[in-house]
């Protein structure tokens, strides 16, 4: 007895904390998955699906990627890629108000079934699935006045209101949390996810421009009552860091900028804005964006169809930073469409262990044209450092190992090559071409 009552306590706090469930427990390492975004916008359909689908269990899924991701607007029957908004959207909704995917684009969805034949389809490759959406109560059902699942009589039209509207997707309204039937509705839409086998919910216009607390507060109940574990991703940003408590609290994941894109400039404003996060990485992650590498913007909102803009050296960068800042991994590009080198960046195995299992990052140091991290595995005693050059010509960077709290002799070894640079003592220092980086394991060694 006296056992239970201990386990008891040291559980009390996570009961307190999080309501129905400690839902950090859902996510016990960053998320790894691919997101219909980058590469299909709001226009991806039901084959393409599968196709990633089928490319990640054939060729991914042993390294650890297991999210499938479908992105903005499956709901909408005649979006298109290039805006919003520009003609009149034809929304597919039930007759409580809750959108459903566009049998157009997704044929199983046929019969009432929603997203539950593809889900199946997804989970029976061993993956798991999850779907976007905006917050808010879309806007047809407040026009048509469309009951609240759940409720006596209140209709969305009692629990909307116009303010803090998304000024760049007007789909929906604002939820008012004071009003009865606002959480009522949001229980209704998790709970129809959750039947659908939903595994991940990425929810946008939450952080930026301002954080919508009282709407993160209502999903994040919503979501426990389900009962079923769905990973929760707040999007876009920049996420303020006045609501850094708030957000690790109740979200698996937050981004911390605007999409980066396949164009240099947006990967040092990224690293500028994570100095802040630091100390929030694990258990829950800020997010670093999707990954846009490989073929993109096949139907996307950033140019043509293409292969990724950015060099080699670049998408090591990019790569580099997203693992040992330990972001979620959530690839933006086709992935049946993946050349060899877009493989290898996602299949190393070292990077991805230090991804998986690394702690107490932090960052050495930062200026404008150079950038140092470092971090732990503490399992194997390992020690990571990362150097990225972002400036526009060469650069020496120097590393002093009491920068390290280390002391004595280090062999260092390169992660993305497997070779070994050599032995060091008291420092190291690398020069580094324009744009790229360097990551290596560093292991203690009495003996040279």
């Not at 006296?2 to 998320?31: E, H, M, Y």
């Not at 039947?195 to 952080?207: E, Q, T």
């Amino acid at each position: 007895m006296k056992k239970i009552i201990i386990a008891f306590i040291l559980l009390l706090p996570n009961v307190l904390v999080f309501g129905q469930s400690d839902f950090r427990q859902w996510a016990q390492t960053p998320p790894m998955g691919w997101n219909s975004w980058d590469c299909y916008g709001p226009t991806v359909e039901e084959h393409e699906v599968k196709a990633n689908a089928d490319y990640m269990a054939k060729n991914l899924k042993k390294y650890g990627w297991k999210y499938i991701v479908i992105d903005i607007r499956w709901f909408v029957e005649n979006d298109k890629a290039g805006g919003y908004n520009q003609t009149d959207p034809r929304y597919v909704l039930d007759e409580y108000g809750r959108y459903q995917p566009a049998v157009n684009r997704f044929p199983s969805a046929s019969g009432n079934k929603g997203f539950q034949p593809l889900a199946d389809y997804i989970h029976s490759k061993g993956l798991k699935f999850g779907i976007h959406i905006m917050r808010g109560v879309p806007k047809e059902a407040v026009a048509k006045k469309l009951p609240v699942h759940g409720t006596n009589g209140i209709t969305a039209d009692q629990i909307f209101s116009t303010e803090n509207q998304c000024t760049w997707l007007r789909d929906n309204y604002t939820i008012v949390k004071a009003k009865p039937g606002a959480q009522e509705y949001y229980n209704s839409i998790m709970e129809l996810y959750a039947s659908w086998g939903v595994d991940f919910i990425k929810i946008d216009d939450l952080s930026a421009p301002i954080y919508h607390e009282d709407e993160v507060d209502m999903i994040r109940k919503a979501i426990d009552l389900t009962g079923r574990p769905i990973v929760l991703s707040t999007s876009p940003g920049e996420t303020p860091f006045a609501a850094a408590e708030h957000v690790s609290a109740h979200a698996n994941m937050w981004r911390m900028v605007n999409d980066v894109w396949d164009v240099w400039r947006d990967l040092p404003h990224l690293m500028k804005v994570a100095q802040d996060w630091y100390p929030y990485i694990s258990p829950t992650y800020p997010d670093c964006d999707m990954i846009p590498l490989g073929r993109i913007s096949i139907r996307g909102e950033r140019g043509e169809d293409r292969m990724t803009r950015l060099t080699k050296e670049e998408q090591y960068s990019l790569m580099t930073f997203f693992t040992i800042l330990r972001s979620p991994l959530m690839f933006g590009g086709d992935l049946p469409s993946n050349d060899k080198f877009t493989l290898s960046l996602l299949t190393n195995k070292e990077v991805l262990k230090m991804h998986r299992e690394s702690s107490e990052v932090r960052q050495i140091f930062q200026t404008d044209d150079r950038l140092a991290i470092t971090s732990r595995n503490s399992k194997t005693g390992e020690v990571y450092l990362a150097l990225f050059n972002l400036s526009n010509s060469e650069n020496t960077i120097t590393i002093n190992f009491d920068e390290l709290g280390l002391s004595g002799y280090y062999s260092f070894t390169d992660l993305w090559s497997g070779k070994k640079t050599g032995n060091y003592e008291s420092s190291f220092n690398q020069t580094l071409v324009p744009h790229s980086s360097k990551l290596y394991k560093l292991i203690r060694i009495f003996h040279i």
